[in-house]
């Protein structure tokens, strides 16, 4: 059990700094076709995409990603109680 706890504690991590890679290209925008840019947005729009429908942008601001990696590190807490 811990092994899998730890490996899932590791994707959670990699996931997370996927999650603030695309948080500084949507400030930064570069070029579309760059193949970082893609892989992010790949990785992370099927996780934001129905957080968005329910947390609509207030203000300009999209706190999706926020909301993603609040429940990422709460999911690693819990694991890390398990494991």
Do not use: C, H, K, Q
């Amino acid at each position: 059990m811990g092994i899998v706890a730890a490996l899932l504690i590791n994707l959670l991590y990699a996931f997370i700094i996927v999650m603030f890679v695309r948080i500084i290209f949507s400030w930064i925008s570069p070029y579309p076709t760059n193949a970082v840019t893609r892989l992010a947005y790949r990785l992370t729009e099927p996780v934001l995409a129905p957080i968005r429908r329910w947390l609509p942008p207030m203000s300009g601001f999209d706190f999706s990603p926020m909301v993603v990696m609040l429940g990422a590190y709460l999911l690693i807490s819990i694991l890390r109680n398990i494991a």
